[in-house]
């Protein structure tokens, strides 16, 4: 059965840091594209960053361009979204999702058609 789930959210103020971790369970994790969206309340589902199962290639939304960084860890089978310089309107549920390469080259992607496998989201709520 595969997993992810999300930890690391909270109430913070801006300015201030998280670290959203993914941990993932029932799949092979280096096949897998890794993607963090988020929704705020009465809007649509966003991307936020991408990652692609090396590592090396990495996607950010423009609004969290600088601020935000998306890493994964294949010995704990975690990724992980460090977020800084938060904002108010960073405030959202996060979700995780993972995505099977297609071979070797499978880039990172900012659709969420592209990902097989969700988290059930995480709270980060920032206050101005």
């Known amino acids: 059965q595969v997993q992810l789930v999300e930890s690391g959210g909270g109430l913070v103020q801006a300015g201030d840091s998280l670290r959203l971790s993914c941990a993932v369970s029932g799949l092979t994790f280096t096949n897998y594209i890794m993607g963090w969206f988020r929704q705020a309340p009465g809007k649509e589902r966003e991307f936020v960053a991408a990652i692609d199962w090396s590592g090396l290639r990495t996607l950010y939304a423009d609004s969290v361009k600088g601020r935000f960084t998306i890493s994964r860890d294949h010995d704990k089978n975690t990724g992980y979204l460090q977020e800084a310089s938060l904002k108010p309107e960073d405030t959202a549920i996060y979700y995780c999702?993972?995505?099977?390469?297609?071979?070797?080259?499978?880039?990172?992607?900012?659709?969420?058609?592209?990902?097989?496998?969700w988290g059930q989201g995480t709270q980060v709520t920032v206050s101005s």
């Open positions: 999702a993972a995505g099977r390469v297609r071979g070797p080259l499978t880039p990172p992607s900012t659709s969420a058609l592209q990902y097989d496998y």
